[in-house]
């Protein structure tokens, strides 16, 4: 029993000390492993710290490279600047130079369009209406084509209604209208309720004073003219007439038709107000000749305010239009 508890304990111490020396064997390999790394580490760093040294060497080199290359170039950085300086000086005065021009030119076209605008030859038309016919129930449309700086024509066309309700009450009631009865063969006066009708007037505009004044060239300033106007007009009335075979009075309608035709002169001023509005103010006087359809002669005795009136007779307006 004695030997086999020995054999036992001799076992084990064997075992224990070829393990430790195992254990020691390996912790010594770690460690020439450890020391092998730190060696290429500072191998590394003083290749690292060589690399390092060598940099600045080659850095001067490039530097030196440069300042070569610059002391080969043939200017001067202070004359380069002065140069800059003048080319900035000469552009700043070519600026206002160029100012300058546009300034003049704009004003030069200000002026050239004042003197256009103010001066009349620079319109070419001039349309507008005469307001006075609208009291006589008619509406006249006139339009002035500028020919050149003396002359000019003027077309209106007139269109006319005038009744007892409107606003040309008064010009009818002036009226004294008659017709011819041949049951009495003689004219008999009737109360006229309608005119209605049309007509165009046509006029040669001289202007007197573009050689004078320039500004006053066609449309605008003193002027003359010859004129010319046809007009149809249709009158509508009733007439109290006594019946003899019933022996009552009845109101028998009347209706007429005739021509006006009148030819004449005028002199007249047409101003230009803020360069748009044209007013024409104007007198003169005409021969005017009336003709009723039924008659073969012009009409006679007539109270020069009617508008059959047949006769010389003084004419004056005022027209208001826009200058295009």
Not at 99 to 115: A, C, P
Not at 263 to 279: D, E, F, T
């Amino acid at each position: 029993m004695k030997k086999l508890l020995l054999t036992v304990v001799y076992s084990l111490c064997f075992m224990m000390l070829s393990y430790s020396q195992d254990s020691i064997a390996i912790k010594m390999s770690m460690a020439d492993l450890k020391l092998e790394l730190i060696n290429s580490k500072l191998e590394l760093l003083d290749s690292k710290i060589k690399l390092w040294e060598t940099k600045p060497e080659e850095l001067n080199l490039r530097i030196n490279e440069l300042n070569q290359k610059v002391a080969q170039l043939d200017f001067r950085p202070q004359e380069l600047n002065e140069r800059f300086e003048q080319i900035e000086v000469m552009i700043e005065e070519q600026q206002k130079q160029n100012e300058k021009i546009k300034k003049n030119e704009k004003l030069n076209y200000i002026q050239n369009e004042e003197q256009n605008m103010s001066s009349p030859s620079y319109f070419k038309y001039a349309i507008g209406l005469n307001p006075v016919r609208v009291f006589e129930g008619s509406f006249e449309l006139f339009v002035e084509r500028v020919i050149n700086n003396k002359n000019s024509i003027e077309l209106s066309a007139m269109a006319t209604y005038a009744t007892e309700n409107g606003i040309s009450n008064a010009y009818l009631n002036k009226q004294e209208m008659s017709y011819y009865n041949l049951a009495t063969s003689d004219y008999d006066v009737y109360n006229s309720e309608t005119l209605s009708g049309f007509g165009f007037t046509l006029k040669w505009k001289n202007y007197l004073l573009p050689e004078v004044r320039s500004n006053f060239a066609a449309p605008s300033g003193l002027y003359a003219a010859p004129v010319g106007l046809f007009r149809r007009i249709y009158s509508l009335g009733i007439d109290n007439v006594y019946d003899e075979e019933e022996g009552v009075w009845k109101d028998v309608e009347i209706k007429q038709r005739f021509n006006i035709f009148s030819g004449g002169a005028i002199i007249g001023w047409q101003l230009p107000v803020s360069r748009v509005v044209s007013i024409d103010v104007y007198v003169g006087g005409a021969i005017r000749l009336s003709k009723y359809d039924e008659e073969s002669h012009f009409t006679r005795y007539k109270n020069w305010k009617n508008i059959d009136f047949s006769g010389v007779l003084p004419t004056a307006g005022i027209k208001i239009g826009i200058l295009k």
